[in-house]
Nanobody, 118 residues
């Protein structure tokens, strides 16, 4: 599967951008889809995951209640709605896919930069 993330940019604190990730290749609904992020000088960290049918999600504690992950299996897309952004949310955001695991992912998109200004 190939993944293409979009929707990043410069956002003011408190803003609500929406990231999207378009998938192509194998049947999209076969994949667990996740979002990760990597801030400058830090390791990549888990943000959110959504399972195959979309009925189960998990979030990192730092974004729970502010971010919402969703998927549209008919359109082969997964989205991350980000609300109440903080400067510490600044990072490159990556979407990822895996057939069986929500912990370890085999496929990664190229990343999209989100910069939150205070």
């Amino acid at each position: 599967v190939q993944l293409q993330a979009s929707g990043g940019g410069l956002v003011q604190a408190g803003g609500s951008p929406r990231l999207s990730c378009a998938a192509s290749g194998r049947t999209f609904r076969d994949y667990v889809m996740g979002w990760f992020r990597q801030a400058p000088g830090k390791e990549r960290e888990f943000v959110a995951v959504i399972l195959w049918s979309g009925d189960s999600t998990r979030y990192a504690g730092s974004v729970k209640g502010r971010f919402t992950i969703s998927r549209d299996n008919a359109k082969n897309t997964v989205s991350l709605q980000m609300n109440s952004l903080k400067p510490e949310d600044t990072a490159v955001y990556y979407c990822a896919a895996d057939l069986t695991s929500w912990v370890k992912y085999d496929y990664w998109g190229q990343g999209t930069q989100v910069t939150v200004s205070s």
